[in-house]
């Protein structure tokens, strides 16, 4: 292969090092990269790896562009509002550099759907923002034989490892489910703008070792990065032999969809202390707002101790329910901990209920804080 | 015997916002029950039912895995809680 000449100019940096040279710019001329998530982490992954000359550069992305993303989103402009996110990004990046082949799927990723999309690349970059699809990302590679170089932030603090097919373990065997996690989404949590920049261009640099060959990967590493101290950390794991994907054994063989299952879809919901509810309590005997209490725990859990006026409604009963999107007052959604009523939160919304609440730190919160002589089973 | 917990960004609504904390014991049992102590509700999101460290939760002193309760902190002296961050 040949590169023009205004290749080698766009390149030239590139060129004088020995670690990449022509042979490792031609290496990322043919590499086919796909991008998940054009969010706050594929934004700089995205523009960097457009810069080095990724030869074919995929963006999956369903969303449109909104004016809060544009804080992080740097692929982003303002006059990209409510365009699709992947038509946005791919235009932008074929502004950045027209010498690459920019591919946007402006579509969900789904089971039905990911061993097509993936079947084009020759590895992915996972910065979706749903544990669900970080799931199915990683089972599709394990399937599949792709690598991939996954990340994740929340407020000030960032996750990165990569996965190499037959050289070390998955984000499975990392954390191996992730369905009764209660992690709030950037949209609930909020995050630095700067932070997915640092993450984004972590994966970036990965991608690049990875199809040049070089350097010290990620693999079998958590590298984590904590903003406010300004200080990285490396926790070592490895593959476990039980683990569903990846182990000796697998469970899963074909990608599944988890989004029925992982409940932290990304949803707008408040978190109440113990005082702060029971100063909305308070507040409501003496006429203020409303507030629905709705214990989501089993009916035994509920029988031996409760809070006054709390109605029974356990969890499995949700996905039954059916939200008046116009109920006027709060609903505050309890349970032992707070994982559940999170959980609550996110069905509830799906089901029509607007800005659900949650006691958090559950009744046992509430014991400790409020009420000492209330028996959380 | 004092510990520093290094909180992860999810579970820091527990401690007011504080990113590390300090805890008495020598096991992680003991760590995660004087946590509990302080900070009610925090060792469920971690621990389930039966014990055993959640499937999103990986707990290290210093750079060693520790796989269950009963595991003690040894010479390490920082007890780090890792979560499953989902945010992109």
Redesign the interface.
Known sequence: MTFSDAELERYSRHLLLAEVGRAGQEKLRAARVLIV?A????SPAALYLAACGIGTLGIVDFDQVELSNLQRQVVFSTEDLARPKAVAAGRRLSTLNSEITVVTHALELRAENVGAIFGQYDLVV??????ST?YLVNDACVILGKPLVS?????????AMTYVPGRGPCYRC?????T???????SE?G?LGVL?GVLGAIQATEAIKLILGQGELLVGR?L?Y?A??MRF?????ERRANCAVCGDEPRITLPLDLAATCH?EPVAFR?LRPRELNALLQDSQLGGPAVRLIDVREPAEYAAGHLAGAESLPLAELERTEWESTAIGETVFLC????RSARACAIASRHGLRKPSHL???L??W???IDPMLHVA | MNCTVRVASPLRSYTGGAASVTARGETVAELLADLERRFPGMRFRMIDEQGDIRPHIRLYAGTRELRSLAERMGEDRVLHLICALSGG
């Open positions: 998530g969010g706050g982490l594929g996972d910065g979706t923002d749903r544990l970080r990340a994740a932030i929340h407020r000030f603090e960032g996750q990392l954390f191996p489910d992730a009764t996690a209660a992690v709030p989404s950037c949590a995050v997915p958590l984590t904590d406010l101290e950390r490396e926790f070592s794991f932290e978190r032992r901990s707070g994982a958090e730190g559950g046992i919160a014991a400790a804080a």
